[in-house]
């Protein structure tokens, strides 16, 4: 079953603008996670937030997490083409001891030059 | 040089065919993942393992085995009695056999039934 929903699906934007993504989810979790993966690849974690957090920032990555909407956003600044990849959010649940995840769809992000 | 690992990239299969899919880690996880994911979908948790010598089926368990005899690996293997298998398989390890932790990914095998 899939706990995370992303919008857009798709983005398009040129080098330098921001790109925004959203992610939202059903049940309480323990924490969201933010991963991307180019194409034919393996997924690369970016940015764990945990449930009592409200805002993260990672370099050009910023997270912001709202527990009471069960929503959370990815704003990559400044975007370059090598950010062009698909970004996934992830969540635990709130009450899972072990480390499963449950993924969204993903949104693709292409950066134009 | 840490990490983990999936063997082969490519595989193809024929119909009726068992195939075994190899992912290694020697990042010294305790928990182990394998994740299908379809053409521009998610992924989705086929089976997991938070400790040697056992393990869980996940969302999407039928048609597929695995083992866990030694810490570092977990293969899985790809049944006939899977209808539709052509897919990108990935396998991901984490720290803790228990609690969320960030997941480490290998970088996929392409499974094609031909």
């Known amino acids: 079953s899939q706990q995370g929903e992303e919008d857009p699906q798709a983005l398009s934007i040129q080098e330098g603008e921001n790109a925004t993504m959203n992610c939202s989810y059903k049940?309480?979790?323990?924490?969201l996670q933010w991963y991307r993966q180019n194409s034919g690849r393996g997924l690369v974690h970016l940015i764990l937030?945990?449930?009592?957090?409200r805002e993260k920032h990672s370099g050009r990555l910023r997270v912001t997490l709202d527990t009471s909407k069960k929503s959370s956003s990815l704003l990559i600044t400044a975007s370059r083409a090598a950010d062009t990849a698909s970004y996934f959010c992830?969540?635990?649940?709130?009450?899972?001891?072990?480390?499963?995840?449950?993924f969204g769809q993903g949104t693709t992000l292409q950066v134009k030059p | 040089d840490g990490g983990i690992t999936q063997s082969p990239k490519y595989l193809f299969r024929k119909e009726g065919q068992n195939v075994t899919l190899s992912c290694e880690q020697n990042?010294?996880?305790?928990?182990m993942y394998w994740y299908r994911q379809d053409p521009g979908q998610g992924l989705r948790l086929i089976y997991y393992?938070?400790?040697?010598?056992?393990?869980q089926k996940g969302d999407i368990a039928e048609g597929y085995s695995v083992s866990r005899e030694k810490k570092e690996s977990f293969p899985l293997t790809v049944t006939s009695a899977q209808k539709n298998p052509t897919a990108f398989y990935l396998c991901?390890?984490?720290?803790?056999?228990?609690?969320?932790?960030?997941?480490?990914f290998g970088p996929g095998t392409r499974l094609t039934v031909l």
């Open positions: 393992s938070q400790i040697v010598n056992d393990f």
């Open positions: 049940t309480s979790i323990n924490n």
């Open positions: 991901a390890s984490s720290i803790s056999d228990s609690g969320p932790d960030t997941q480490y």
């Open positions: 990042l010294n996880h305790d928990a």
């Open positions: 992830a969540t635990a649940h709130g009450s899972s001891n072990t480390g499963k995840l449950i």
């Open positions: 937030i945990r449930s009592n957090e």
